[in-house]
């Protein structure tokens, strides 16, 4: 069955240090998403894509950057980790033509020491 | 972005119809209501998506009256597992069904069903 899968679910890492988070569909979605979920704030998009070399920000895109050269991976790289990061992070994707209809990772937790 | 405003929590009973409102008063032409629901460490699923009108699939329906102002999501006879958050978002969709943007998601409603 088709999927999305999320590596590391979890992961601690200490400030600083570069970190990236792997985002893989294989429902050949061309939408893919990232947001972040904290207590107090609900989900926030961080970055999303629309198609390979597509990149967008969201709301809270600084500290963080994606690339997408093919049309199942887009990994989330937090260039230097800082303790404000720390998060539930969720990738998405959804059809063409259909971007309001996500389709949701299992998420990866993240913590900065 | 239209912001949208939904009660944080709700009751209710194993059995019983449950009724979620959102508003969203600044609702424009191209906005479409869409609502999600998000288990406990899990990632948001997306449940039913609707403009206008009445909408209804295997697990919801969702009312939308004449002036858009407000949606109703209705969870007909819930069960101990439709425990979850439920969120209500308005985005814009082209004619070919692309969001415009993105999609928003507001704090949610805490639905929490009784045995």
């Known amino acids: 069955d088709a999927e999305i899968t999320q590596s590391p679910r979890h992961k601690i890492t200490e400030t600083g240090r570069q970190v990236t988070l792997a985002c893989h569909q294989t429902?050949?979605?061309?939408?893919m998403f990232w947001y972040r979920q904290d207590l107090g704030h609900g989900l926030r998009l961080i970055h999303y894509s629309y198609g390979v070399h597509d990149t967008n920000k969201g709301e809270v895109s600084d500290g963080y950057s994606v690339s997408r050269s093919n049309t199942e991976d887009l990994p989330l790289t937090l260039e230097s980790a800082a303790s404000s990061q720390t998060s539930v992070y969720f990738c998405?994707?959804?059809?063409?033509?259909?971007?309001?209809?996500?389709?949701f990772g299992p998420g990866t937790r993240l913590t900065v020491t | 972005l239209a912001k949208t405003t939904q009660p944080i929590s709700m009751d209710s009973y194993e059995g019983q119809e449950v009724n979620i409102t959102c508003s969203h008063n600044n609702i424009a032409t191209n906005d479409y209501i869409t609502w999600y629901q998000q288990f406990p460490s899990q990632g948001p699923r997306f449940i039913i998506q609707?403009?206008?009108t009445k909408v209804t699939n295997e697990v919801a329906s969702l009312f939308i009256p004449a002036d858009r102002k407000s949606s109703t999501l209705s969870l007909p006879r819930v069960s101990l597992s439709d425990t979850a958050v439920y969120y209500c978002l308005v985005g814009a969709i082209n004619a070919g069904g692309t969001s415009y943007g993105k999609l928003t998601f507001g704090q949610g409603t805490i639905l929490t069903v009784h045995p």
């Open positions: 429902w050949n979605h061309n939408n």
């Open positions: 609707g403009y206008k």
């Open positions: 998405a994707s959804s059809p063409s033509g259909r971007s309001y209809e996500q389709y």
